[in-house]
């Protein structure tokens, strides 16, 4: 069993480097080991032939990717694009990652894999074009959309929250945007289970699924725990913290106002519950020793 995850520097990728060790080889890649390059890619791969390709990559700055439309297509769309087609050539199967802001946050009860996307603004687009180049390639694959994906490595809410609080006295966060923030540690650990259900292939299992935590929040709330929850680690400054509409918080780009997404599909198929997003937020903030994670 050989497995190729691209993206190794990420949140994700880098929670996988900790869970993908079963296998016999494991191939980690950044952009330096490739060069930027993906046709230097593309070589390591045909030669290497994983069994699996997990693809951890992508252009996930989401008010960047508004001015920078070349670098967030080539990552969210070619890659994507070119590892379906390796992935074909080799008869690998593919694990790609998607997001939640392919929908338009428009409805009012928890999303489900064929509810129609409409994207928002160009990241969205951007990964909803990479979803469809892997569905259409033929490819074996499994697209898991998640949201709100914090980790250790990287910049991300959790790691924003904890700081604010050491520096400012009160805080505002957005309490009209709702969404299930998930652990880049959960999604690496799924991956790890869906390689081990499948070690022959996704085959009739192939698709699309929604991978986020259970249950539903605001980025106020979500923020609010996160501070009272990380007390005992930190030295705490902030004495208030406001919930605001998002209106006040001007963005280049738009975000869904609800993004919940269902995972029923995934637990029907595999077996697999995820926890509630307290559960994993609360297993993120024990693993204390943040300075030796986080490179
Ligand atoms: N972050 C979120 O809140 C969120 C929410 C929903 C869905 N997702 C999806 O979940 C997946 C993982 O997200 P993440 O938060 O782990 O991402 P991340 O921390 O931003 O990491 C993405 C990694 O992709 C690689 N990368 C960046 N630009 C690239 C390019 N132009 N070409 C090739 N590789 C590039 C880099 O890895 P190397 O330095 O190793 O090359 C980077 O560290 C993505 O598909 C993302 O769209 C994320």
Sequence with gaps: ???????????????????????????????????????????????????FIVNAAAYTNVDKAESEKEKCFSANVELPEMLSEICKTLNSSLIHLSTDYVFDGKSEVPYCENDEINPINYYGETKSLGESKVVTSGCDYIILRTSWVYGHKGINFVKKMISYAQEKETLKIINDQFGSPTSARFLAQLINNLILLNLNGFGSNAGIYHACASGQTSWFEFGKIVIEDSVPLIHKKVKEIIAVASTNFK???????????????????FNIYPPTWEELLSFHLEERDWSIIDE
């Design 1 to 51: 069993m050989k497995i190729a995850l691209i993206g190794k520097n990420g949140q994700v990728g880098f929670e996988c480097r900790r869970t993908l060790s079963f296998s016999e080889k494991v191939l980690y890649l950044s952009r330096s080991d490739f060069n930027h390059d993906y046709n230097t890619l593309k070589n390591i791969l045909l030669k290497e032939s994983p069994d």
């Design 251 to 269: 963005t280049v780009a738009k975000r869904p106002i609800y993004s919940v997404l269902s995972t029923e599909k995934l637990s029907k198929t």
